[in-house]
């Protein structure tokens, strides 16, 4: 669980890196962890605030010191070529500037250009999973696809940068946003608007820029909340470290759970070599062994135990996020905290469940115990 949770937090880390570190995000609501709706405006705020739209983008794009901007929208649907049809592929519409943003390279062909943009050409770019499944064998620059019943033209091949929500697993196309709102199938008013500041602005020049800027093509008076939100990266991280701590508050919860039934076995079994072995603790004892020695003896017997029984756990541990980070998204490392509390909770629960029978071990009478069959 660790590995699968340190290999998240690294993929979203990678794919905010691959958007430039400077890149935040404009969008019409962010709260970020777990969100409950009903569908009443209370327990959806996000139903107050308008959609972003894409002359917003193009007012921020024109501030001095903004860059670019990249509008997206997203949905699945089916693409069809000949007698191949997918019918849940990924079907994004992007602006131009939209590899600075997702990352990746463009292997063949081209992106599609400011024109085919302002023309709503029916142009798309697509990744090599589509190009596999689609055209196995063949190239597919200039051939002819069908996406929502519309035909359009492949123009570009693109290899994404892996990672867990913009993996090259999946079959995934581009085509121009103003294309895509006219031939998309999709849940309207959730675009979200990145935005690159130039090399000379800071993060914090940049936004202050577009809240102001938004703000003021919105009419919102001084001391109205904006009705818009402003997302960086730092922010996002620290919503998806929110999530991953609930998922260790549940890994501690399971693993004390397995200890506690572990532990029980070690008393178990502990128990039974110091009744196997009175006579032998009888012996040690008649020869000068004292209290100490002997409840020593068996916390370490016990601590081998469980020491062990850890090994066998981290090595079936490796194996699994070795075997989610090949056939997953999900880019599993095993960190070497998690290696170190493994060692030190496995010889803890073995000293901790091992104290009793030590303790009656070691209390043991040497007489009595001499005389044990």
Do not use: C
């Amino acid at each position: 669980m660790a590995s699968a949770i340190t290999g998240i937090n690294r993929s979203v880390s990678d794919m905010l890196e691959t958007a430039g570190p400077k890149t935040f995000f404009v969008t019409r609501f962010f709260q970020g962890g777990l969100n409950i709706s009903d569908g009443s405006d209370e327990l959806s705020p996000w139903r107050r605030n308008p959609w972003i739209t894409v002359e917003e983008a193009e007012m921020l794009r024109r501030l001095p010191t903004i860059r670019d901007v990249a509008v997206q929208e997203g949905t699945g649907g089916p693409v069809r070529y000949g007698d191949i049809e997918l019918t849940s592929v990924n079907i994004a519409g992007f602006g131009t500037s939209w590899v600075l943003v997702t990352g990746g390279t463009i292997v063949a062909g081209r992106n599609f250009t400011p024109i085919e943009y302002a023309a709503s050409a029916r142009v798309a770019v697509i990744n090599d999973k589509l190009a596999e499944s689609l055209f196995p064998g063949l190239d597919p620059i200039g051939k002819r696809i069908k996406i929502f019943g519309e035909p359009f033209e492949v123009i570009g091949l693109h290899v994404e940068a892996a990672s867990l929500f913009g993996g090259g697993d999946d079959p995934r196309l581009a085509m121009p946003h103003t294309t895509f709102e006219k031939v998309a199938d999709y849940w309207k008013g959730w675009m979200d608007i990145s935005v690159m500041p130039t090399e000379a602005a800071t993060v914090d020049e940049a936004m202050d820029q577009v809240v102001a800027a938004m703000r003021s093509s919105r009419g919102l008076k001084p001391g109205q909340e904006n009705n818009f939100a402003i997302v960086t990266q730092d922010r996002v991280m620290e919503t998806f470290n929110k999530v991953t701590s609930g998922f260790f508050l549940v890994m501690l919860a399971l693993s004390s759970v397995g200890l506690m039934v572990g532990g029980v076995g070690v008393v178990a079994i502990m128990m039974i070599s110091v009744t196997e072995r009175t006579r032998e603790i009888g012996v040690r004892k008649a020869l000068g062994a004292t209290r100490r020695e002997i409840m020593f003896q068996f916390l370490v017997e016990a601590a081998t135990l469980t020491l062990v029984g850890g090994a066998f756990g981290m090595l079936l541990g490796g194996l699994i996020a070795m075997g989610v980070n090949k056939w997953t998204p999900v880019p599993a490392t095993v960190p070497l905290w998690s290696v170190v509390v493994a060692v030190f909770a496995s010889v803890v629960t073995g000293i901790f469940f091992g104290l009793y029978p030590a303790n009656k071990a070691s209390k043991l009478d040497p007489v009595e115990a001499l005389r044990y069959e």
